[in-house]
């Protein structure tokens, strides 16, 4: 049996284990979060597509394979195509994560917002092994040069934790990259 000075020691001990680690994770919480997000928008102008027909495409949701030129797959595994809180599963991306390689790139990704009178939607990256971590990404189509009204531009913004071994201009250039074959695709199928 113990008497109540032991009992005093041992949760004193106890007390002050808890107490470091929890501080031991805030710190390394704090430093962890201690970056600025990153932020970018990337536009591509389409010069003939109209707004209404680029947004049909972000809409199919779970079919941007078909217009995204560096991904190889994407199938819905939640929800219905285009409902807000679907899940799509991406795969085959060329953006590499530390040093590349290896296995092929892949994410889940959850349809958070839809405004269909703004030709707006968000999406967020639940699960990847790209090294993304707190990634949400928003598209917008808008009209295109007002004084002719032809054409439309696609506004792809992310934010997204820094992620160790990239720079965020590399990361501008990869959605760049990817934005313009996207609006190159869109421009070939319709014959503009």
């Given at each position: 049996?113990?008497?109540?000075?032991?009992?005093?020691?041992?949760?004193?001990?106890?007390?002050?284990?808890?107490?470091?680690?929890?501080?031991?994770?805030?710190?390394?919480?704090?430093?962890?979060?201690?970056?600025?997000?990153?932020?970018?928008?990337?536009?591509?102008?389409?010069?003939g597509a109209s707004p209404d027909q680029v947004w049909v495409i972000y809409t199919d949701f779970f079919n941007f394979?078909?217009?995204?030129?560096?991904?190889?797959?994407?199938?819905?595994?939640?929800?219905?195509?285009?409902?807000?809180?679907?899940?799509?599963?991406?795969?085959?991306?060329?953006?590499?994560?530390?040093?590349?390689?290896?296995?092929?790139?892949?994410?889940?990704?959850?349809?958070?917002?839809?405004?269909?009178?703004?030709?707006?939607?968000?999406?967020?990256?639940?699960?990847?092994?790209?090294?993304?971590?707190?990634?949400?990404?928003?598209?917008?189509?808008?009209?295109?040069?007002?004084?002719?009204?032809?054409?439309?531009?696609?506004?792809?913004?992310?934010?997204?934790?820094?992620?160790?071994?990239?720079?965020?201009?590399d990361m501008k250039k990869l959605y760049e990259k990817g934005l313009e074959g996207l609006a190159r695709r869109i421009?070939?199928?319709?014959?503009?």
């Open positions: 049996m113990m008497d109540s000075s032991t009992i005093q020691v041992a949760f004193r001990r106890s007390f002050f284990f808890s107490a470091f680690f929890h501080f031991i994770l805030t710190k390394g919480q704090m430093k962890q979060n201690s970056q600025p997000k990153w932020e970018a928008k990337i536009p591509a102008k389409l010069t394979h078909k217009w995204f030129p560096t991904l190889a797959s994407c199938y819905g595994v939640h929800g219905a195509n285009g409902e807000l809180g679907c899940i799509r599963f991406c795969s085959g991306f060329s953006i590499s994560s530390r040093g590349g390689g290896g296995s092929e790139k892949w994410s889940k990704e959850r349809l958070i917002a839809i405004d269909h009178s703004n030709r707006s939607l968000s999406y967020e990256i639940m699960e990847n092994n790209i090294g993304f971590s707190s990634y949400v990404s928003t598209v917008k189509i808008v009209p295109g040069d007002v004084d002719d009204g032809d054409g439309c531009v696609i506004e792809w913004s992310f934010t997204v934790d820094p992620v160790e071994g990239w720079q965020l201009d421009e070939d199928t319709y014959n503009l």
